[in-house]
């Protein structure tokens, strides 16, 4: 029913800027290492070299991420729906394992053009220091932005 109300209204614009938001299946810490963090950012540089969408920012969390992209040639639903299948295809035979990596759905902000994309995009990255995994920025791993 969450997914539901998530779908209500969303609008998928060419050229704009969306926060993304996904969660894993029952927010299990999958992405605790980099090995496995990484099938993750090879899933967000897939869509990128497809040309669905421009990565400007992103940060890979134990059991969630997020990503600041400019949506391309790709709505947000088939964007989402690529990216989270990759990596959770890729995740299970890395790990060996079945089922489900994602939680339904996933959460969207469209950027509105005056604002601040750096301010977004250190929202973002930032995120490791404010869940208190490590203290400065540059200790996480699992992060990047067009600006760095």
């Given at each position: ?6 779908r209500r209204g969303r609008i998928s614009a060419k050229q704009h800027v969306y926060l993304l938001t996904a969660v894993t299946f029952h927010r299990e810490r999958l ?118």
């Amino acid at each position: 029913m969450h997914g539901l109300r998530l779908r209500r209204g969303r609008i998928s614009a060419k050229q704009h800027v969306y926060l993304l938001t996904a969660v894993t299946f029952h927010r299990e810490r999958l992405f605790i290492d980099w090995a496995t963090g990484r099938t993750l950012v090879n899933a967000f540089k897939a869509a990128e070299d497809s040309g669905e969408a421009k990565s400007l920012a992103w940060v890979v969390m134990p059991d969630h991420f997020h990503w600041l992209v400019k949506l391309q040639d790709c709505s947000l639903g088939g964007l989402m729906r690529n990216v989270k299948s990759k990596s959770a295809l890729d995740l299970n035979r890395q790990r060996e394992t079945v089922g489900p990596v994602w939680q339904r759905g996933y959460h969207d902000r469209g950027l509105r053009r005056e604002e601040d994309l750096k301010a977004a995009a250190r929202y973002v990255i930032a995120n490791p220091v404010r869940a208190g995994l490590v203290e400065r920025v540059g200790d996480y791993p699992l992060w990047d932005a067009v600006w760095v």
